[in-house]
């Protein structure tokens, strides 16, 4: 029988990553990046979807994580032009309209006096906030983020640029997600470097763990003279996730 833990019902996060240049040959880091930062705040991270700049093929995307996990984060489509359609395709998958908020035109307006440059017209479709969203700021650019929490899920619009997102991922959105989700878990992955056998026959000698431990999560991956074998637990502290790890470790 499986080792029962106090762990509670684990959540779950979607990725879309939005630009047409992520399915045109650029590689694409952030996957990873965020699979980690949401690891942290107790949410594992279940599919990642790259989407081209088209509204109906994001509105689509958007409706489809909304569906499967209890939080999607959308990276990408907040600036000013006309294939930024972020805003736009989270409002039609939402079925919601727009307000414009005239505090983000004028701190848009101030940044560029900053710079001693007119701001183009184009600028204030940034200042477009879906109803009900919550503007989270944006201290690096003049796109700001857009939080909505609905039916015990959340959707969240973030900028593309990482100097952009990671500090209002860290200043933002993890105060809010903590408050939404108080009955998150802690989730932690262990990999574990195996070399002198197949995949397979790692999967055979390992059966009998990944049988014992049917609530953990296990993945093995092959490469070139090594197989990785990755055992993610999910718990309701770090310091249980950590026991467990370990003692899956040592059997």
């Avoid at 509105?59 to 600036?79: C, F, P």
């Avoid at 932690?188 to 002198?196: D, F, H, N």
Wanted: glycine share 6%; aromatic share 6%.
């Amino acid at each position: 029988m499986p080792k029962k833990t106090s762990a509670t019902r684990n959540l779950k996060a979607e990725l879309i990553c939005v630009g047409t240049e992520l399915v045109s040959g650029k590689p694409n880091t952030y996957p990873p990046l965020l699979s980690c930062e949401l690891a942290k705040a107790g949410f594992t991270m279940i599919a990642e979807h790259s989407v081209r700049d088209s509204e109906k093929e994001l509105t689509r995307a958007i409706l489809i994580s909304l569906k499967n996990a209890d939080l999607v984060l959308v990276t990408g489509g907040l600036g000013p032009t006309f294939d930024d359609i972020t805003r736009e395709a989270a409002a039609l998958a939402l079925k919601r309209g727009f307000t414009v908020s005239s505090e983000i035109i004028s701190a848009i307006e101030n940044r560029f006096k900053k710079y001693r440059i007119r701001m183009p017209e184009m600028n204030k479709r940034q200042a477009m906030v879906i109803k009900g969203a919550e503007i989270l700021p944006n201290a690096f650019g003049t796109a700001p983020a857009q939080y909505i929490h609905f039916a015990k899920k959340s959707l969240i619009l973030l900028p593309g640029t990482l100097m952009e997102w990671k500090p209002m991922y860290d200043k933002y959105v993890i105060p809010k997600l903590k408050k939404d989700f108080p009955a998150k878990t802690d989730t932690r992955t262990l990999a574990i470097l195996l070399t002198g056998m197949a995949d397979s026959t790692a999967a055979e000698k390992l059966a009998p763990v990944m049988t014992k431990h049917q609530d953990c999560a296990f993945t093995i991956l092959a490469s070139e003279g090594l197989v990785s074998f990755h055992i993610t637990v999910s718990a309701k502290e770090r310091r249980e996730c950590l026991d467990r790890l370990a003692g899956i470790k040592k059997e």
